[in-house]
C-alpha cells in the first residue's frame, strides 16, 4: 500500500511569498526521497533529492528538509512565481524492485 | 539529448478495443516503469521491468500486458479487459540503484469512447 503522503491536497500562495509543502512516509527503511513539479498535462519533472544521511538539501530557489525522526519531509520554495504552478509529488525509495513510491500531490496555487 | 518518449499524446479507444501505448528512452536506463494517473490522484504502478526480457506486476496490472524485448522500449497494451481505462499514462525509467529517481515521458492520454 502507499507509504508516502502530503498533508494538504491545495496550497495557495501570494507571488513572491515562499512556500512549504510538507509530506509523511511511514516506511523508516525508506533512504531516498525526491520532489517531482508536475504541471497541467505534462509528466513529472525532477526538482531536488536527498539521501537520509542528509537533514537539508538546497537548490536554485528551493530546499528540501529530511526529519527522520518525525518522518517528515519538506520543500521550500523561496520567492514564489507564477511558473510555479503545478502539482508536487514527494517520492521515497524504500529499497524495493519495484521502485519509487509517490504520494498523491499537492496543488500549489499562486495568487497574483 | 537523452530522453523518454511517449506516443501519441492522445488516444481514443472504442469499448472491447485493445490500444498499445509507445515508451521509448535513449537514456541506456535499465529499468522502465508505467504509471497510470487519474485526475487529483496519484501515480499507481501498472508494470516494471528491471531488465530486457523480464517484468513484473505492480499494484493495478489487471488488464494491462507489456513486454520488454529491447532495452530501449517498454510499450504498455490496454487491454478490453480493463474496465475504466480512461487516464493519464506515465512511463519512467532510471539507472539501476538505489540513488537514482526517473526520468519521465510526456504522458499519453487515453479515453474510451
Known amino acids: 500500500g502507499e507509504s508516502v503522503g502530503l498533508h494538504l491536497p491545495t496550497l495557495s500562495v501570494q507571488e513572491g511569498d515562499n512556500s512549504i509543502i510538507n509530506c509523511a512516509y511511514s516506511?523508516?527503511?525508506?533512504?531516498?526521497f525526491i520532489w517531482y513539479k508536475q504541471e497541467s498535462g505534462k509528466g513529472p519533472q525532477f526538482i531536488i533529492d536527498?539521501?537520509?544521511?542528509?537533514d537539508k538539501r538546497q537548490g536554485q530557489r528551493v530546499t528540501v528538509l529530511l526529519n527522520k525522526t518525525v518522518k517528515h519531509l519538506s520543500l521550500q520554495i523561496a520567492a514564489t512565481q507564477p511558473g510555479d504552478s503545478a502539482v508536487y509529488f514527494c517520492?521515497?525509495?524504500?529499497?524495493?524492485?519495484?521502485?519509487?513510491?509517490f504520494g498523491k500531490g499537492t496543488h500549489l496555487i499562486i495568487q497574483p | 539529448d537523452g530522453g523518454i518518449t511517449q506516443s501519441p499524446k492522445y488516444l481514443f479507444r472504442k469499448e472491447g478495443q485493445n490500444v498499445t501505448l509507445s515508451c521509448e528512452q535513449n537514456?541506456?536506463?535499465?529499468?522502465m516503469y508505467w504509471y497510470r494517473q487519474d485526475p487529483g490522484q496519484g501515480l499507481r504502478l501498472i508494470y516494471y521491468?528491471?531488465?530486457?526480457?523480464?517484468?513484473q506486476k505492480g499494484d493495478i496490472a489487471e488488464g494491462y500486458s507489456v513486454s520488454r524485448e529491447k532495452k530501449e522500449s517498454f510499450p504498455l497494451t490496454v487491454t478490453s479487459a480493463q474496465k475504466n481505462p480512461t487516464a493519464f499514462y506515465l512511463c519512467?525509467?532510471?539507472?539501476?540503484?538505489?540513488?537514482?529517481?526517473?526520468?519521465f515521458g510526456s504522458g499519453t492520454r487515453l479515453t474510451v469512447v
Open positions: 517520492a521515497e525509495n524504500k529499497g524495493g524492485a519495484d521502485g519509487l513510491t
Open positions: 516506511n523508516s527503511a525508506s533512504d531516498y
Open positions: 536527498i539521501r537520509s544521511n542528509m
Open positions: 537514456l541506456n536506463h535499465d529499468a
Open positions: 521491468s528491471q531488465i530486457v526480457n523480464d517484468f
Open positions: 519512467a525509467s532510471n539507472r539501476a540503484g538505489p540513488y537514482y529517481g526517473y526520468t
